[in-house]
T-cell receptor, first 114, second 116 residues
């Protein structure tokens, strides 16, 4: 079982729709969760962080965390063509894991179509 | 506010050669982590430096080594290059001082290494 799993996609949504990106993780002790956006040929850019169960909203982005189910998701409302990118889910281990070594999923490619 | 800077942006090397990549962390950050990202994959953790020492290491051979300087900048060295080392090498910085385990990583633009 991979430590962080994501559907590679591509996930295609029409402009203006809600895009839903999902991620599961295997380390039950994980404490911190991040979503990064990566445009082709570019480096990952942090867009959301979430540390406790529930929802966290920032503009058009909402991160959702369910530690019991070991599941984290990212919703993008009113999707725009500029949102087309690969979205990487990243997980930090629990304190016993030591330091802030991020484990990434393989990413989900999102395509927002006109 | 200067972000994470990496050099060079692109590099072409031959199998068996050695390469050094450089990274300057974001202003105010004290920890540097290095990641390797192969095409179509997520970044893979190589190692992390804090207070000039390697604190954590991923599943990479000893051919991969690094260094952190007193000004927090860092180098990644790869010896005896293999074709499979071709990848985007990402440097990320964070603030760890005081045990800030939740500090998000901020990435540089990466160095694209091609081994022929």
């Amino acid at each position: 079982q991979k430590e962080v799993e994501q559907n590679s996609g591509p996930l295609s949504v029409p402009e203006g729709a809600i895009a839903s990106l999902n991620c599961t993780y295997s380390d039950r002790g994980s404490q911190s969760f991040f979503w990064y956006r990566q445009y082709s040929g570019k480096s990952p850019e942090l867009i959301m962080s979430i540390y406790s169960n529930g929802d966290k909203e920032d503009g058009r982005f909402t991160a959702q965390l369910n530690k019991a189910s070991q599941y984290v998701s990212l919703l993008i409302r009113d999707s725009q063509p500029s949102d087309s990118a690969t979205y990487l889910c990243a997980v930090l281990p629990g304190l016993t894991g030591g330091g802030n070594k991020l484990t990434f999923g393989t990413g989900t490619q999102l395509k927002v179509e006109l | 506010d200067a972000g994470v800077t990496q050099s060079p942006t692109h590099l072409i090397k031959t199998r068996g050669q050695q390469v050094t990549l450089r990274c300057s962390p974001k202003s105010g950050h004290d920890t540097v982590s290095w990641y390797q990202q192969a095409l179509g994959q997520g970044p893979q953790f190589i190692f992390q430096y804090y207070e000039e020492e390697e604190r954590q290491r991923g599943n990479f051979p000893d051919r991969f080594s690094g260094h952190q300087f007193p000004n927090y900048s860092s180098e990644l060295n790869v010896n005896a290059l293999l074709l499979g080392d071709s990848a985007l090498y990402l440097c990320a910085s964070s603030l760890f001082r005081g045990g800030n385990y939740n500090s998000p990583l901020h990435f540089g633009n990466g160095t694209r290494l091609t081994v022929t």
